[in-house]
């Protein structure tokens, strides 16, 4: 089995990167035999761990990191971004967490891909 990491840098809202990078994630995690994939949010990426932000589409952005999840795609939050963005105590999506940097640099050794947006 294949191990992707993606990590997304582009705001949630700001442009179409961070919906192509969860788009790209969820085709990837509807194959059969599906590769393990790791999501690790930086920068104003980190936004989109929270809740209960209504796009122009409605709830979409809330809603595939919800599915991902669901199909135990691993999602975390930079902690230093995070902080910096004042979201350390915020509640964030069910299943997605705050998440280090060595934890990134871990994930980063271990995957057969990175991708970033």
């Known amino acids: 089995m294949q ?3 993606i990590i997304i840098n582009a705001a949630p809202y700001g ?8 788009r790209l994630a969820t085709a ?3 194959n059969d035999g599906q590769p393990a994939i790791r999501i690790f949010l930086m920068s104003d ?3 989109l761990g929270l809740p209960n932000q209504i796009d122009g589409a409605g709830n979409g ?4 990191v919800e ?4 199909q135990g795609v691993d ?4 902690r230093t971004c995070a902080l910096a963005r004042g979201l350390g105590e915020l509640p964030l999506i069910a299943g997605t967490s705050i998440g280090t940097l ?5 994930a980063t050794l271990v995957a057969d891909k990175v991708i970033t947006f």
Do not use: D, F, K, P
């Open 102 to 106: 060595v934890e990134l640099a871990e």
């Open 15 to 22: 442009s179409e990167r961070c919906l192509s990078a969860l």
């Open 75 to 78: 999602i975390r939050l930079c």
């Open 45 to 47: 990426a980190t936004v």
């Open 67 to 70: 599915g991902l999840v669901a």
């Open 28 to 30: 990837l995690a509807g």
């Open 3 to 5: 191990n992707i990491l």
């Open 61 to 64: 952005l809330q809603g595939m």
